[in-house]
């Protein structure tokens, strides 16, 4: 069975760390990413890693606060969350594909099931 098990969320004043995990099962991605949805807001591509390690992605709004790492052998990819904001509050969702087209992947096709972030101000 082919899945994405996040965990690592949760509440954090507004200066603080988080960090996600997003656990793969059942198959080898050849991109990973996280994903955040916040109420009212449409799902945006927060960043994105490549098997390689060679080509990651970050959304502009998190550049310098956020890093995405993998660990291959482990199947995992992680999301080191630094200096969080309010705004920050989201679900986040670890999602994968089998082959990027394009760079940052836009076809994801494997999702895990979220994770809620609340950052308090």
């Known amino acids: 069975q082919v899945q994405l098990v996040e965990s690592g969320g949760g509440l954090v004043q507004a200066g603080g760390s988080l960090r996600l995990s997003c656990a793969a099962s059942?198959?080898?991605?050849?991109?990973m990413g996280w994903f955040r949805q916040a109420p009212g807001k449409e799902r945006e591509l927060v960043t994105a890693?490549?098997?390689?390690?060679?080509?990651?992605y970050y959304t502009d709004s998190v550049k310098g606060r956020f890093t995405i790492s993998r660990d291959n052998a482990k199947n995992t990819v992680y999301l080191q969350m630094n200096s969080l904001k309010p705004e920050d509050t989201a679900v986040y969702y670890c999602?994968?594909?089998?082959?990027?087209?394009?760079?940052?992947?836009?076809?994801?096709?494997?999702w895990g099931q979220g994770t809620q972030v609340t950052v308090s101000s």
């Open positions: 999602a994968a594909t089998r082959r990027a087209l394009q760079w940052p992947p836009t076809d994801f096709g494997t």
């Open positions: 890693i490549s098997y390689s390690l060679l080509s990651t």
């Open positions: 059942g198959r080898t991605f050849s991109s």
